[in-house]
């Protein structure tokens, strides 16, 4: 949520989303939504590529709290690979965690390199929803599962009016797909027990708690840190943010497959 057009996530914006989400985190929900989205799925052990690690969040919960034996993280920014680095450390789990700065487009590994893939509300950054659940399914060991949150289109072709206004006030490189093409994307990789899970309703009462928290509890020390034009500016993004859930056209949404044993 920028300011700028043309700017992505800064270190004021990341301030700002740590106020709401908690150390480490860029999106929604923290662990619970983490925890929520990997039920069923067994890490203990597994070897884990996590798509878009942001600050790190997530990857300190599958390691902490999952039993990850190794979590790989990547993202396209080096400094957000610095702070991921620097979480580790503070929390004693780097001999665990490896984050790596990656260029956009096909993943830099090896065909079957891990044993379970993730991602947290990342890949709405990525346009081509075919070409990744593809490039996932390559990555990943056979039986195992890929397991995400994202931000889904709840509309085929072009947004609503309110919708376009979000995104405009936004300001971020978003690929916004639908549930009907994420699924098409999963299936045609060749991924098994497909599970898509609408969290919408969740998320209406969720982002105006977010909005109320940005102009009450936090206004003072936000304001502080990342200026009042700032702080006011997310605040009108996050009005514009409610109307788009509310009338369905974004909807936070759980993603989980298996590639076949």
Known sequence: MSTDAHQEYDDNLMALLEALWGEGFMSPGGTDEIDRYLAGVDLRGLSVLDIGCGLGGIDLHLVKQHGAGKVTGIDIE?????????????HGISDRTEFICVEPGPLPFADSSFEAVTSKDSIIHIA?????????????????????????AGYEGEPSAEMQAYLEAEGLDFGLASANTYRQALESAGFVDIDIVDRNEWYRQQARDERDQLGGALYDGLASQVGTEFLEHEIEVWDKLIVAVDQGQLRPTHLRCKKPG
């Open 128 to 152: 081509d929803k075919h070409a990744l659940a593809a490039d996932v399914y390559r990555v990943l060991e056979p039986g195992g599962w890929f397991a995400a949150s994202d931000w889904l």
């Open 78 to 90: 080096t400094w957000l690979i610095d702070r991921c680095n620097g979480l580790a450390q503070r």
